[in-house]
């Protein structure tokens, strides 16, 4: 009997202070627990009343009840998580796996209005905005979210990317750099902040993030790549080839890292060194045809004319496109009239045109590998024009020699024509 007593001014005092907060917040969500408290009180009322002993079962019916579950719910509210904002993520979430996107939204507005301080739902109706395009509306939320708590790097990585969507690019990198001033390894953040310093073309600032973060993530393939990337685009071929042998080494199926260093030892005219890359690069669908064509110009300078002539045929075929690329470079001179493959110039106009509509998501590794295909060619250029002035000159020479013999021939016959005169004179 005394257990059944102690039982009930417990639980009854557990019991009004939840009906204290029902009054002091005005918050109808707690009724739910007087209900189940009042199921545990009156469970230990019969006993008492009837003068019987519970089973186990009813017992630990009205200690759940009645005492456990309103202890875990003041537990979790000094820890601030609060059951009525526990009821609202719940039934949100319940709501927006379902699809129904606007009882959710509609139930955290109501919650987040009657509740300005409550984090969750904040955080919960900028992801709802987000989902549904409301980027202002989204970013409105997660600053809220933020002043509540100064340390949830989520959602200021969320405000930088909205930002960043938004076209507000220069307040994106104030934030992202603020953030990892406070959580340097945020590697999101990272990415996110050297993608857009890449777009602005401020590539010794990108340089430094990529190098800063991998103090903390030394071995991230995507890293050093990015770095390669970034080294290419500062013309710094060297410190780039450092970067895609890092990343090619932690990552062998990291195709894009052998096709530009394939490139950039056709800069440096290793040519057996771009063979071994562009070999490995072929089995990249999206490489296979460029690779094809490197590989073709690279036999064909070597002299392996049969072998250049299967190369630029395959990556013809795979890539009609290539036909006018091939058909201009002074590598193939002695090799063209053999390139076989059957074009219609419809497709090449339509891979065209599909190329230009695409031209929006070029990203920065598809611009570095141009960036290396168009210094490779540069290269040849200069190469072949110094070829070119050196031949004129030793051709110039030639002339300026041939004229001088003659001036001096004339100048010999002048003389001797002088003399002829000056003896009939005497």
Do not use: W
């Amino acid at each position: 009997m005394l257990e059944e007593v102690l039982f009930l001014l417990v639980s009854f005092a557990l019991f009004m202070f939840m009906f204290s907060k029902i009054i002091r917040r005005n918050d109808s969500n707690y009724i739910i627990i007087l209900v189940f408290q009042a199921i545990g009180i009156a469970i230990c009322f019969f006993e008492i009343s009837l003068r019987v002993s519970a089973n186990f079962f009813f017992k630990f019916i009205r200690y759940l009840f009645s005492i456990v579950l309103p202890m875990v719910i003041i537990l979790l509210e000094v820890k601030g998580i609060f059951f009525s904002e526990f009821i609202v993520k719940f039934l949100a979430k319940v709501y927006m796996s379902i699809g129904d996107t606007k009882k959710a939204k509609n139930i955290l507005v109501k919650f987040v209005s009657k509740y300005p301080d409550g984090y969750e739902g904040h955080k919960l109706l900028a992801e709802i905005y987000e989902k549904e395009g409301g980027m202002r509306k989204a970013i409105d939320e997660y600053v809220m979210a933020l002043d509540i708590k100064g340390n949830d790097y989520d959602s200021y990585f969320k405000i930088a990317n909205l930002l960043k969507e938004l076209g507000k690019k220069d307040e994106s990198i104030e934030m992202l750099q603020n953030l990892l001033k406070s959580k340097p390894d945020c590697y999101e953040a990272t990415k996110l902040l050297g993608d857009i310093l890449c777009e602005q073309e401020r590539f010794k600032e990108a340089a430094n993030v990529y190098q800063d973060a991998l103090k903390y993530h030394s071995a991230d393939f995507d890293l050093y790549y990015n770095l390669g990337i970034v080294f290419t685009r500062l013309n710094d071929f060297s410190a780039a080839k450092e970067m895609y042998e890092k990343a090619a080494e932690l990552n062998h199926r990291l195709y894009g890292a052998y096709y530009n260093l394939g490139q950039i030892c056709f800069i440096e005219k290793d040519l057996d060194a771009a063979e071994k890359y562009f070999e490995k690069s072929i089995y990249d669908e999206d490489l296979e045809a460029m690779s094809y064509y490197q590989l073709a110009k690279i036999y064909a300078i070597k002299g392996l004319k049969e072998k250049a002539i299967t190369f630029v045929n395959k990556a013809i075929e795979i890539d009609s496109t290539l036909l006018k690329k091939a058909e201009k470079e002074k590598a193939f001179d002695g090799i063209k009239e053999y390139i076989t493959v059957s074009v219609k110039m419809d497709d090449i106009k339509e891979k065209d045109e599909k190329e230009d509509t695409e031209n929006k998501k070029i990203n920065d590794e598809i611009v570095a590998q141009k960036h290396l295909e168009d210094t490779t060619e540069l290269v040849q250029k200069i190469n072949e024009n110094t070829i070119s002035e050196k031949v004129t000159n030793i051709i110039n020479k030639e002339k300026l020699k041939q004229l001088l013999e003659k001036e001096k021939e004339q100048d010999s016959l002048d003389e001797n024509d002088k003399e002829k005169d000056q003896k009939n004179n005497t």
